[in-house]
């Protein structure tokens, strides 16, 4: 597992491993980035379906709960996929686009 950390944002990517590989060591290792916005990105999987980015979906809700961001990065699932609940992009970019939004949604209280 690999952070990195820009500003409030942290991008985490994943070395060749299963998804329940990356899953239990995203909890495991929570603490450390629980303040920041969080950008898991899943291009390293080949195969992905809707099925396991909803796996994401406890941990999603818990950090959005708690006032951060959390957004799934893969081209191999859209958002019109998945619930609303969980954020899905096919960019790192649109990624940080919607964590910039959300900020200024914060801020402003909406």
């Known amino acids: 597992m690999i ?4 500003g409030t ?5 994943q ?3 299963s998804l329940s590989t990356f899953l239990k060591n995203l909890e495991e290792q929570y603490s450390k980035v629980e303040n920041d916005n969080l950008i898991l990105n899943l291009f390293t999987f ?4 809707p099925g396991d ?3 994401f979906l406890d941990i999603s809700n818990r950090h959005r709960n708690s006032g951060k961001s959390f957004v799934i990065v893969t081209d191999k699932v859209s958002y019109d996929q998945v619930p609303e609940e969980i954020v899905v992009t096919p960019t790192l970019q649109e990624a940080k686009d919607i964590i910039e939004m959300e900020e200024i949604e914060r801020d402003l209280e909406l």
Do not use: G, R
């Not at 952070?3 to 820009?6: A, G, M, R, T």
């Not at 944002?9 to 990517?13: K, Y």
């Not at 080949?46 to 379906?49: A, D, I, M």
């Open 15 to 17: 070395e060749k491993k």
């Open 53 to 55: 980015v909803l796996e």
């Open 3 to 6: 952070f990195d950390k820009e």
């Open 9 to 13: 944002t942290t991008i985490i990517d």
């Open 46 to 49: 080949e195969q992905l379906s």
